[in-house]
Structure formats: C-alpha cells, structure tokens
C-alpha cells in the first residue's frame, strides 16, 4: 500500500457512490477527471476537497463548490474585465501539457489587453489548444466573470453529457460571446 492509499483509506471509492452513477458526488467525480486529463492524483486531491466543503456546507450548489476547489489547478473563475488574469489563468493550466498560447500579440503589453475582449482570448486559444487535442470550455458563472476549464478534445461528448446532469451552462471557448 502506498503512501496516496493510506491518506484516503477511509474514504469511498467516488465509484461507490450511494445512489449509483447518476448521484451528484458521481458526475462531480467524473467531472473533475475531465477537466484534469492524465492526471488522476490531481482529480481524486480535488475531489477530497470537494468533498470536505460539501461536508462543511452542503451540496446545494455542487458547481459553485466545483469552482473553488479546482481555481488555478484545472478551472478559472476571473472578472470579466481582467484580460490579463483571464491570459494567465488560460496559460496556467494549458503549462500542465506544456503548451505554449500564440495570442497573436505581447500579453505583457498593456496595448494588447487595450485592443482585445475576453471572448477574443477565449476564441484564440481554443483554436490553439484544439490544435494539440485539448478543448476549452466556458461555463456560466456569476454576472461579469469568465469561467472555464480544458479538457482532452477526445472527451467533449462526455463533457456535455456531464455538463448536463450537473445543469452546467457550457459552451465551447470558440462560442464566447
């Protein structure tokens, strides 16, 4: 037994969830190992979190908790009006793969943020990360803030299927509007 199998020996399986694959904890579960391809440590690390807040809070708002325990590790929640976080938080997690955004232009440049929208952003790297089979999602969030993940494009049905059950507002980072 490993190290990672004793922190979590007393924890059920997310695939033993009590009512069965369609239960909340179970399309959390399998959210998160979407929106962390190839990397299931990270998922079950972020599931455990999910988990504790649920505990502490409830499950009303399974999303909401979603958001906070995957912010900057494989989700983003930024203002709408922040083009630079928003730049950073897309690099952020597109660095897990080692894939470097063309954004056409300096993103350190305060002239670059001055001529370009949130959904210009969304739009140029989706079209970047689906060159390397990797999709961007935005998913609704409060008023004025841009939210998201990446997944493997291989996955998207699978996503929208998710997306679904959870009542996720989703859409593909090319259609941000």
């Known amino acids: 037994m490993t190290s990672y199998d004793d922190d979590f020996e007393n924890e059920h399986d997310p695939d033993d969830a009590e009512d069965g694959d369609d239960s909340t904890e179970s399309q959390v579960w399998h959210l998160l190992l979407l929106i962390?391809?190839?990397d299931e440590d990270g998922a079950m690390q972020q599931f455990s979190a999910y988990r504790d807040e649920v505990e502490e809070e409830g499950d009303e708002d399974p999303v909401r908790i979603v958001g906070r325990v995957t912010d900057w590790r494989s989700g983003f929640?930024?203002?709408a009006d922040?083009?630079?976080a928003l730049v950073d938080a897309i690099k952020e997690l597109a660095s897990r793969w080692n894939i470097d955004i063309d954004w056409d232009g300096d993103p350190?440049?305060?002239e670059f943020h001055e001529d370009i929208d949130g959904a210009e952003i969304f739009s140029r790297a989706f079209d970047q990360l689906n060159?390397?089979?990797y999709t961007l999602w935005s998913r609704e969030a409060d008023d004025d803030v841009y939210a998201g993940w990446i997944t493997s494009s291989r996955d998207d049905e699978q996503m929208?299927?998710?997306a679904t059950q959870l009542g996720i507002n989703l859409r593909l980072g090319s259609q941000v509007t």
Do not use: S
């Open 108 to 110: 350190d440049d305060d």
């Open 82 to 84: 922040d083009t630079r």
């Open 36 to 38: 962390n391809p190839g």
């Open 77 to 79: 929640e930024v203002d």
């Open 131 to 133: 060159q390397h089979g």
């Open 160 to 162: 929208r299927l998710v």
